[in-house]
């Protein structure tokens, strides 16, 4: 349970975890569960440079797509009340992930191995998996983000083998309390 100084009645959740973790499925269905508004920050990045991640990626590389997430993940946290999905990798950044931490609700949503990379392995939309062993480069990516996201989480749900409504359902006892409703 959180202290009163993070209650979800006042701060953003923010939804971090490596691709295919169900940030985006898991937080609309949790922004309407608690009547907030849902906001992806991959989406907003891509509407602000006018083009994909993997576009953007391609043209400017990684390190102003970094940039970029930054700049749009302090927009986001300082509107208000709302379910942010973050993209994975929004960890790497040690002002993220105290952005994260001190000013919103933050939950990892923690997957295996095995189930992202059954959801992934047909994805050809995620530039950081466009290698020749994409398997092997997801391992690499959970190994070098889990501490990140669990350094920066006040939460951590386990998604592997549950419903996506468990899911909500524990994140909303986590942020709200014991027999509250939100």
Not at 55 to 80: D, I, T
Not at 116 to 140: I, S
Not at 157 to 179: K, L, M, Q, S
Request: glycine residues 8%; hydrophobic residues 40%; positive net charge.
């Amino acid at each position: 349970m959180l202290g009163p100084e993070l209650t979800a009645s006042v701060l953003p959740c923010s939804l971090i975890g490596l691709p295919g973790c169900g940030k985006s499925s898991i937080g609309k269905a949790l922004a309407q569960r608690l009547s907030w508004p849902f906001v992806d920050s991959d989406k907003v990045i891509e509407e602000r440079a006018g083009c994909t991640i993997a576009a953007l990626f391609a043209r400017e590389g990684e390190a102003e797509f970094r940039r970029r997430e930054a700049e749009v993940l302090a927009s986001l946290v300082g509107a208000g009340r709302a379910v942010i999905a973050t993209g994975g990798g929004a960890v790497l950044r040690g002002d993220n992930r105290n952005l994260l931490r001190t000013h919103t609700v933050s939950v990892y949503l923690h997957a295996p191995h095995e189930l992202l990379w059954k959801r992934l392995r047909r994805d050809r939309r995620r530039p950081l998996l466009q290698v020749a062993d994409p398997e092997a480069r997801l391992r690499e990516l959970s190994a070098a983000r889990d501490p990140l996201y669990r350094e920066t989480a006040h939460i951590v749900v386990e998604v592997d083998g549950r419903a996506p409504d468990a899911v909500i359902e524990d994140i909303v006892h986590h942020i709200t309390g014991p027999g509250q409703r939100s």
